[in-house]
């Protein structure tokens, strides 16, 4: 008894005939459609089925991958948005800390050279830096955006290469 294994033209699915029988129908254990053995015919009809069948795998494989990047283009973009909101709340807090402290030192303690006076101002400065910062955080960038980018510094480095060639010559 000589196996010979052949591929189902519908799924794909490995299947494993006997080449000494004289049975020209079998079917795949799969998902159970015909397979036709000897007649040439049906056998390129499932060649081209087969061929269409991982023509089909790779388009799912390759808008399998861009959803991917587009999920976590999501999740960046989520995240920013956290830390931006969370950015702009803190140094909310801590600018109106600053004030009320300098407010206190003007009018109960009445010390210009206080140092409650300092950290107040100190408050102030810093949470405008903060509120600064939150607001120009930079926004990730799309998965579009990211492959242009890095075709972007590609050209450049080659042109750093070409340049440094020129210039120090070949090694």
Known sequence: MKLKALYCPYC???????????????????????????????????????????????????EKVEFEKYQVYKQNLER???????????????????????????TIVKDDDSFLWVL????????????????????PKSPDEQQAYIKEMQIEAEKEKSFNENFWGKH
């Open 80 to 106: 920013y948005y956290k830390h931006k909101k969370l950015a702009i709340i803190i140094s909310s807090s801590i600018l109106l800390a600053g004030i009320l402290i300098t407010v206190i030192c003007e």
């Open 12 to 62: 794909a699915g490995t299947v494993k005939i006997d080449q000494s029988s004289k049975k020209r129908e079998y079917y795949c254990i799969h998902c159970g459609q015909p397979i036709y053995v000897d007649d040439e015919v049906k056998r390129s009809e499932h060649k081209e089925i087969i061929e269409d069948v991982a023509k089909i795998q790779y388009v799912n494989y390759k």
């Open 120 to 139: 107040g101002l100190f408050f102030i400065w810093g949470s405008i830096l903060g509120l600064m910062g939150g607001v120009c955080m930079q926004k």
